[in-house]
Nanobody, 116 residues
Framework: HVQLVESGGGSVQAGGTQTLRCRAS????????VGWYRREPGKEREWVIT???????DSHRSVRGRFAISEVYSYNTFDLYMTDLKVEDTAVYSC???????????WGQGTQVTVS
């Protein structure tokens, strides 16, 4: 059964903006932290940005100042705001969150973002 679903992917021109959304099938346990990761073709999945259990945001240096992560809202949703997109941001983006207080993380299937 699907627990996390990403949406908002697609094609965008370099320099543009895009917002991805991660929606869970039930309440996200926010104190465990939430995050976004991406996988470029032929590469391993890499960390992009997270909001940790202290509500602090950490981001990969390649996206710092360009990407932001929302807090969890409506109990089961959080977003990734991407600005000044670059061709090298092209990847499948996946979200990660815990739906239980044991901080066992679930992953979404991913959504493709293509920057050209």
């Amino acid at each position: 059964h699907v627990q996390l679903v990403e949406s908002g992917g697609g094609s965008v021109q370099a320099g543009g903006t895009q917002t991805l959304r991660c929606r869970a099938s039930k309440t996200i346990y926010a104190p465990c932290g939430v995050g976004w990761y991406r996988r470029e073709p032929g590469k391993e999945r890499e960390w992009v940005i997270t909001r940790n259990r202290a509500n602090r945001v950490d981001s990969h240096r390649s996206v710092r100042g360009r990407f932001a992560i929302s807090e969890v809202y409506s109990y089961n949703t959080f977003d990734l705001y991407m600005t000044d997109l670059k061709v090298e941001d092209t990847a499948v983006y996946s979200c990660k969150a815990s739906l239980d207080d044991d901080c066992t993380f679930q992953w979404g299937q991913g959504t493709q973002v293509t920057v050209s």
